[in-house]
């Protein structure tokens, strides 16, 4: 396959960025998205420019390191991550173009590169939960009902990748703080800190300067692990509900 | 607690959903009650009167009338900081489009705040046209609302305005109802389907309900 592609290209997170046109020739069909921007960084490499900074790491779907809008959508085409994305989902002589995520919370770094710590920082908002360290607890110490198991473990699903982010017209976080809030909320190893969890997740949410959700629903569509969106309404609840009983304390 | 609510997005979005709620139950008995523009001047003066007169004789003449104005006000008011403030932070937090754009992405979003404009236009635009007379293209009569409305209506800008403003309902009240149930935590997966039917049925209803009342006086059914 024969590609053009037009590719973000910004020198530092100050710098103005723009887009770049490369061709790339000898594309098989089998090669993931990644693997061809391999291709294309070993001939810029050998003319002696700058390869393309992007974020990978397990290239198995399963990391949440990888990213990139590709023709306009987080991930591309298919439901699935950037790694796991294959060239046969594009057809030889395509014009591909590549974007970074866009959201003024997660600033571009370098290229296709951009800074995700806003999540690491709403993930260490909800703090901790109280459940014992050390050996494995007996796994029935704790029942949980199979609805529930089910529940958390759809939610748990999310590898904060961003996509939920990049893919709304607000640059929200909703999806995401919600899948981590369900996750931990339905369960009772997190039900000791189920009211400041929520509360404060959402609380850094806003302080990070992610937007608000207006329902377009384009978070639950880009997301790569199918967390619905039915998940924000769960935690608007868990924010209601949380809200009204601190009140009360 | 109000604090809290007004200082969180997530809360300040549940302002939105109960003022949304409180007009909308609003519009639903204001639209039945303009229907009876079908019955003649006498059934829809007399209702207009009666009015103001609801809850005596406990209630002074108006008071109801008064009580009802100043929820609604204060409903319109939170309503629209409210969607100020988000819609300002929305677009904040997305400072930089996408070269390769998709349209998709924000119709919904435009449709509530460029309808919501249009919506807040209309409001004041109303009040000053059938409820002072201020804007009124014919001759204005207080305690007169039927020849009111069909003077209004006698005039081709009259017709316009209101029926776009009530198209702009339909389509705000429909992704609005909706989004007002996910924000207030009661959609669910197994509830999605009836609160979207619902959501439209209601846009539909309030829309063809409210539109009829120019289209009676343009077709001269009610004259
Ligand atoms: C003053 C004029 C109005 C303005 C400026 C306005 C604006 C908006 C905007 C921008 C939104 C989306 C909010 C967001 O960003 O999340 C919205 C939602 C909504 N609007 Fe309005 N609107 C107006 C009048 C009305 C009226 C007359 C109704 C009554 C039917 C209504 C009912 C709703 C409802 C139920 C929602 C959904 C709230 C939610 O998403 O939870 N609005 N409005
Ligand atoms: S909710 Fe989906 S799109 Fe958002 S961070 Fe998690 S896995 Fe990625
Ligand atoms: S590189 Fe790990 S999910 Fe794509």
Redesign the pocket.
Known sequence: MKLTLRVWRQRNADAPGAMSTYDVDGISSDMSFLEMLDVLNEQLILSGEDPVAFD???????????SLVINGDAHGPERT????LHMRSFRDGDTIDIEPWRAAAFPVIKDLVVDRSAFDRIIQAGGYVTAPTGSAPEAHATPVPKADADFAFEHAEC?G?GACVAACPNGAAMLFTSAKVNHLNVLPQGAPERETRVLDMVAQMDAEGFGGCTLTGECATACPKGIPLVSITGMNKEWLRAARRVAKR | MARTMWDSSVGKKTVMAVSGLIMLAYLVVHMIGNLKIYFGAGEFNHYAHWLRTIGEPFMHYEWTLWLIRIVLVVAVAAHATSAYQLSRRDIKARPSAYVHAKPRASYATRTMRWGGIILGLFVVWHVLDLTTGTVHPGRFEHGHPYQNVVGDFSHWYSNVIYIVAMLALGLHVRHGFWSAAQTLGVGSRTRDRALKTLANVLALLLTAGFIAVPVGVMTGVVS
């Open positions: 990978h790491d397990c290239r198995e779907g399963i990391c949440g390191a990888c991550t950037t790694c796991q590898i990748c």
